[in-house]
């Protein structure tokens, strides 16, 4: 069977495409779903229309998000966050944590699985995060994590050289103890 997509499909193909599939594919989702018409002679002189608009749109939607891109990059996100002396971070900032402060701070929702990080943040001082908004769109935002007051110092370390010389020092006084004394 052979239809034309008036919307994109995923894993089919993108508005206009004359495509051929099982008629009962066609029949029962994609012709009740409005998803596809059938190919007629009458339909196929429509196809250009059809992907006339939707390039329309697709380039509509592209001004929008390089406007959104941009609006995203003139607002770096800080987040004051816990640290210890070495500088490595209590935690982690992720994807989400970026996503909800730029919600916050340019006032539209972004999704998190459009922030693009190979792993969390977990070091102090300037990172460049990439945001993939849309094929052939990227933006970028620049994430500073700054501490939050004073450096919490890690656990303290004993020091194994000043713990046995106390254990010496309370063993001479053992040993003098024990012994007789001539005296």
């Known amino acids: 069977m052979r239809v034309i997509l008036t919307q994109d499909v995923p894993k089919l193909g993108n508005v206009g495409d004359v495509c051929t599939v099982k008629p009962g594919f066609g029949r029962n989702y994609l012709l009740p779903q409005g998803l596809a018409m059938l190919a007629t002679t009458?339909?196929?002189?429509?196809?250009?229309?059809l992907k006339r608009s939707e390039t329309r749109r697709q380039d509509?939607?592209?001004?929008?998000?390089?406007?959104?891109?941009?609006?995203?990059?003139?607002?770096?996100?800080e987040f004051r966050v816990k640290v210890g002396?070495?500088?490595?971070?209590?935690?982690?900032?992720?994807a989400s944590d970026?996503?909800?402060?730029?919600?916050?701070?340019?006032?539209?929702?972004?999704?998190?699985?459009?922030?693009?990080?190979?792993?969390s943040l977990r070091t102090l001082g300037e990172?460049?995060?990439?945001?993939?908004?849309?094929?052939?769109?990227?933006g970028a935002i620049?994430?500073?994590?700054?501490p939050d007051g004073e450096l919490v110092a890690d656990a303290p370390v004993e020091e194994p050289a000043a713990?046995?010389?106390?254990?010496?020092?309370?063993?001479?006084?053992?040993?003098?103890?024990?012994?007789?004394?001539?005296?």
Request: proline fraction near 2%; charged fraction near 25%.
């Open 42 to 49: 009458g339909g196929l002189r429509q196809v250009g229309d």
């Open 142 to 146: 620049t994430v500073n994590l700054v």
């Open 60 to 77: 509509r939607i592209r001004a929008q998000m390089m406007s959104f891109a941009d609006r995203i990059a003139a607002h770096p996100v």
């Open 85 to 94: 002396q070495t500088g490595r971070l209590y935690g982690s900032v992720t």
């Open 98 to 119: 970026i996503a909800e402060a730029l919600e916050s701070k340019v006032g539209e929702a972004i999704d998190r699985r459009k922030i693009v990080m190979d792993e």
């Open 163 to 183: 713990a046995t010389a106390d254990d010496a020092a309370v063993g001479d006084e053992d040993s003098v103890s024990d012994e007789p004394s001539d005296g």
């Open 127 to 138: 990172h460049k995060v990439a945001i993939h908004l849309m094929q052939g769109v990227n």
